[in-house]
C-alpha cells in the first residue's frame, strides 16, 4: 500500500512491499506538485508490483545496470576492441544520467541525452551506443526490471562535421583495380602481407578473418574460401568470427587459389629448411616465426597504395577493402542479397544500411534504364 505525505508544499509517496524472500523494500519519491500526480506514480509502481517487476533492480542506477550487463553478457566474449567501447559507454553515461535509476530513464530524457551525445559524436557512434544500449534493455525487459525500451523511436543525431568522406573510405574502381594488380604481383612468401592484402581485396573478408585463415580453409577443388574463426593479434591465438553469421564460404577465382598454392609450397619449403613447425596450420605464418600482424598488413597496403600511383590522403585501411570489395561488386550488378552472404552480414539489412549510399548510385543507374525502356512503349 501507498501512504502520502505533504511537505513543503510538495507531496511524496511511499510504496512499501515483500520480495520473494520475504524481505520488506520501500520506494519514496516526493517533489509532485499534487496529491493526485503523486497517486498516479505510486499508482503505476503498485501495478508492476503485481506483474512481477523486479524493483530492486529497477532503483539500480543505469550505470551500475549498464556494468553488470555487459560484464555479465559480454565481457570475455568479444573482441578487445569492442569491450573497450563498453567501458566508454559506461563512462559517457555515468557524465549525463549520474545516480540515476533504470527506471526513471523515460525516452524523453534518453533522447535529451542523443541530442547531448550527438552535437559532440557522428551519427554512426550515436547509433552503436544506441544499439548497444537497446540490447541491455531487451535484457531487462526479459527480466521484468522494465515493461518499456526507453531507446524505442529516438531520433538519433549526430555531428555532420564529424563525418568522414564515404570517398575517403573507399577506393575509386579504376584504383581498386590497380591495388589487386600490384599486390598480386608482390604475392610470395617473402612478402606475405602482400597475399594477405590480396586476399582482402578478393574477398571482402576481414583483416582479422583473412590472418585467422588456416590451410584447411582453402578449397582448392571448389575454388572457396572457408570463414569459420579469426585471429586475435594480441593473444597470438584463434577467437570465434565476430558473429556467428561470419561463418561462411566464400568462393574465389581460381587464381586465388592458385597464388595460396603457391604460397603454401613456399612456406613448407621454409619450414623444412629451418625446423619450425606452424603448429596451427595457418596460412600467414611468417618468416617471422608467427603470423602476420594486422599493423604489418595495413602498412604493405599503404606500400601497395602508393605504387599504385594512389595520392596518400586517397589512401585506404585494410578495412577500407572490405568497403570497396562490395562498392566494385554492387558497380557490376552483384546481387544484394549475395553481397550480404559474403560479407558475413547476419541479414541483408545490415548491407542495405551500410552501403546505403553506394545503393542510391545504383538505384539512379537503373532508374535511368528503367526509363528508358519504358520510353520504348510509346
Known amino acids: 500500500m501507498a501512504s502520502y505525505q505533504k511537505r513543503n508544499g510538495l507531496w511524496r509517496y511511499r510504496v512499501s ?16 506538485r499534487t496529491k493526485t500526480e503523486a497517486s498516479a506514480e505510486a499508482t503505476k509502481l503498485e501495478a508492476d508490483l503485481v506483474t512481477g517487476t523486479d524493483l530492486g533492480k529497477r532503483a539500480t542506477t543505469l550505470v551500475k545496470y549498464w556494468h553488470d550487463w555487459y560484464t555479465t553478457y559480454k565481457l570475455g566474449k568479444r573482441a578487445a576492441i ?10 559517457t553515461l555515468a557524465a549525463f544520467f549520474q545516480d540515476t535509476e533504470l527506471g526513471e530513464v523515460s525516452p524523453s530524457l534518453w533522447q ?27 535484457t ?25 568522406s564515404e570517398s575517403d573510405k573507399y577506393l575509386q574502381l579504376d584504383q581498386f ?12 612468401f617473402e612478402r606475405l602481407s602482400s597475399v594477405a592484402v590480396y586476399v582482402g581485396a578478393q574477398t571482402g573478408m576481414r583483416i582479422a578473418e583473412v590472418l585467422g585463415l588456416t590451410w584447411d580453409n582453402v578449397d582448392e577443388v571448389n575454388s572457396t574460401i572457408t570463414v569459420n574463426k579469426s585471429w586475435d593479434g594480441r593473444e597470438l ?8 553469421s561470419s561463418n561462411r564460404t566464400v568462393e574465389v577465382l581460381p ?21 619450425l613447425r606452424n603448429n596451427k596450420n595457418c596460412v600467414f605464418f611468417s618468416k617471422m616465426g608467427q603470423v602476420l ?8 597496403l599503404g606500400k601497395i597504395e602508393t605504387a599504385a600511383g594512389i595520392p596518400e590522403n586517397e589512401q585506404i585501411t585494410f578495412h577500407g577493402l572490405r568497403h570497396t570489395h562490395v562498392s566494385y561488386l554492387l558497380s557490376q550488378g552483384t546481387d544484394i542479397y549475395y553481397i550480404s552472404k559474403r560479407l558475413g552480414h547476419s541479414n541483408v539489412q545490415i548491407t542495405l544500411t551500410t552501403y546505403s549510399h553506394l545503393l542510391q548510385s545504383q538505384r539512379d543507374a537503373q532508374a535511368s534504364i528503367a526509363l528508358k525502356a519504358l520510353s520504348l512503349l510509346g
Not at 121 to 138: D, L
Not at 294 to 300: E, L
Request: glycine share 8%; aromatic share 10%.
Open 17 to 32: 512491499w515483500r520480495d520473494n524472500d520475504g524481505v520488506r523494500h520501500a520506494k519514496t519519491k516526493g517533489g509532485f
Open 82 to 91: 569492442t569491450e573497450s567501447f563498453y567501458v566508454n559507454i559506461e563512462n
Open 112 to 138: 535529451k541525452f542523443i541530442n547531448d551525445y550527438g552535437a559532440t559524436h557522428a551519427r554512426i557512434t550515436v547509433t552503436k551506443v544506441n544499439g548497444y544500449v537497446r540490447a541491455m534493455v531487451r
Open 140 to 164: 531487462a525487459l526479459n527480466e521484468q526490471t522494465l515493461h518499456t525500451d526507453f531507446t524505442f523511436g529516438v531520433e538519433l543525431t549526430g555531428d555532420k562535421s564529424r563525418v568522414k
Open 177 to 188: 583495380a590497380k591495388v589487386n594488380e600490384v599486390a598480386f604481383d608482390r604475392a610470395s
Open 237 to 244: 591465438d584463434f577467437k570465434p568470427t565476430k558473429t556467428p
Open 255 to 275: 587464381k586465388v587459389i592458385t597464388l595460396l598454392q603457391k604460397i603454401h609450397n613456399q612456406q613448407a619449403q621454409w619450414l623444412m629448411r629451418t625446423g
Open 293 to 300: 600482424s594486422g599493423t604489418a598488413c595495413n602498412k604493405s
